[in-house]
């Protein structure tokens, strides 16, 4: 079903609004160098990515895209910390989920979930696609089973070939 360009910005705008809760959540408490994935993000500047719909330089579905690809990136911080401190991974989920009322992984979309969206299409259809796979291999290996990690390399040099 083909979302509206309203819908696509509303979905833009709940996004942002996910990614702005986390990234505060990550860093209470927390003085500067040892901030969540070494640096912060947030907020998300939005006002820049709705002028880029105005000046019809990206579609409403791209700037979806761009946020969707910031949430993974975002995730797989927080999976990292799952491996080096679990308890302030948890910290950071139960934050999220008292001040949002919702589990952050509901909102954002788990990465291995996305990556089996990715393996079940068996095509990448843009750079983003590319670069969220390629993280997900590289990060999350361990957690793939033997014939995810070969079909995602496939994906990834048929992908470059087809780019190039």
Not at 32 to 60: H, M, S, Y
Not at 65 to 92: A, K, V, Y
Request: charged letters at 30%; proline letters at 5%; one cysteine or more.
């Amino acid at each position: 079903m083909k979302r509206t360009p309203a819908k696509m910005i509303a979905e833009f705008h709940r996004l942002c609004d996910v990614f702005d809760a986390l990234d505060d959540c990550a860093y209470l408490g927390y003085p500067d160098p040892e901030r969540f994935g070494g640096c912060r993000w947030g907020p998300v500047p939005r006002q820049p990515a709705l002028d880029r719909i105005a000046d019809k330089t990206a579609t409403p579905a791209q700037i979806v895209g761009g946020i969707r690809e910031e949430l993974n990136n975002m995730s797989l911080g927080l999976l990292d910390m799952l491996r080096r401190d679990p308890n302030r991974f948890r910290t950071i989920l139960d934050t999220y989920r008292s001040r949002t009322g919702h589990d952050y992984f509901q909102d954002a979309g788990h990465p291995k979930k996305m990556l089996r969206v990715l393996l079940r299409r068996d095509r990448l259809t843009d750079e983003a696609e590319y670069r969220l796979l390629d993280t997900v291999l590289g990060d999350m290996s361990a957690s793939l089973t033997e014939t995810e990690r070969q079909k995602g390399e496939t994906l990834l040099a048929t992908y470059r070939t087809r780019a190039e």
